[in-house]
């Protein structure tokens, strides 16, 4: 990660033609911060712009991009396309990142680990996930789901080299990974039932190890507990959506006394061909390298205190507010607004949303 990177953020789509903006309403603000549709608590800090389906998106500020997907299809109201958002995302030298949401099937034009510079083409927009019409919502958050933790499977005698390397994504109510899991390779066990729809029947083996559920059958917190009560040392829940399909485990206020993350189906399919009678290989879990970056960690580590991983949970994105500079000027975009902004100060543009649903 670079320190050269202004905090500053520019207009994260290309400026639309004139005609575009005028009768399209290219570039307009459609809910900006507080919205009174899905822009509320921690996404209280978030913009939508109406951009037409494969308009470029740039790089708002420097960084390095930390976690993409462009692999969905759909858009629309259900609940169950809100982890369904092709996005982008850019990590900023002072541990934040920016979140490019909506992107069209195919529409990512970087990669992980890719270095960009702000005004940079990242990918193009679309309407995939959560999402009621063409548009970019965009955010700028202090930790980053999908790049929070990955999972090593190794064999002891051989540590140094990996035989997997998987991504995953820590609940929002997980505990803290203790900074040992780093190093101590753990034994992975099935849990018995699978999906731990009631109370685990393999005691036994689950105590003190990381124990593998299944998605489905009943809640997260519940899969939780019940872990917990089995005494495993971790919990690895596998998603049952194809994908790869990833997010933040939630449900809950309050952290559970265990680490807790979710993988992808995909993912689960490796994991359960490793767990075998007589397997020598075990799993690592550790934390990100962007994550241990990340603005919420860093707020973390300075203000922890002995026992300050019982008062809160760490894992969950909140968004922060920002300006951007817009012809020379320092805005925080408005509704009803067209971006880049050419109206007069205190006017607005005439092109005004019209029958605009809920918008993420």
């Known amino acids: 990660m670079t320190g050269d990177d202004s905090d500053l953020y520019r207009i994260p789509f290309a400026e639309a033609s004139a005609t575009d903006r005028r009768i399209r309403g290219t570039g307009l603000c459609i809910q900006g911060n507080h919205g009174s549709s899905t822009h509320k608590g921690t996404l209280a800090y978030a913009f939508d712009f109406r951009l037409p389906t494969g308009t470029p998106l740039v790089a708002a500020r420097s960084g390095v991009v930390a976690a993409t997907a462009g692999h969905f299809t759909e858009g629309g109201l259900e609940a169950k396309l809100r982890p369904r958002a092709n996005f982008v995302a850019v990590q900023h030298s002072d541990g934040t990142y920016a979140r490019y949401f909506h992107l069209r099937r195919l529409g990512v034009t970087v990669e992980a680990g890719d270095m960009v ?25 202090d930790m980053l789901p999908e790049d929070t933790c990955v999972l090593k499977v190794v064999d002891p005698e ?19 990974l203790p900074r040992s899991a780093a190093t101590t390779p753990m034994k992975l066990v099935r849990a018995q039932p699978a999906d731990a729809s009631a109370d685990l029947t393999n005691i036994d083996a689950v105590r003190g190890n990381v124990v593998l559920i299944e998605r489905g059958g009943c809640s997260f917190t519940t899969k939780a507990r019940r872990a917990e009560q089995a005494g495993a040392s971790s919990m690895i829940v596998v998603n049952n959506n194809k994908g790869p399909e990833l997010f933040s485990m939630g449900g809950t206020e309050k952290p559970i006394s265990i680490p807790a993350v979710l993988v992808a189906s995909e993912a689960g399919d490796l994991l359960r061909d490793i767990v075998q009678e007589g397997s020598k290989l075990r799993l690592i879990i550790r934390y990100s390298e962007g994550f241990l970056r990340s603005k919420n960690w860093q707020k973390y580590a300075e203000d922890a205190e002995p026992g300050s991983e ?24 408005s509704v009803g607004a067209i971006y880049p902004n050419h109206t007069p100060e205190g006017t607005t543009s005439s092109a005004l949303p019209d029958g605009c649903c809920a918008i993420s």
């Open 158 to 176: 051989n540590m140094d080299t990996p035989i997997l390397t998987l991504p995953a994504v820590i609940a929002a109510f997980s505990a803290l």
């Open 117 to 141: 510079k702000a005004g940079q083409q990242v990918g193009l927009s679309g309407n995939t996930g959560f999402s009621s019409t063409p548009h970019l919502h965009f955010d700028v958050v």
């Open 310 to 333: 019982q008062k809160g949970l760490y894992f969950v994105a909140n968004t922060q507010p920002i300006e951007f500079i817009d012809n020379g000027k320092t805005v925080i975009p």
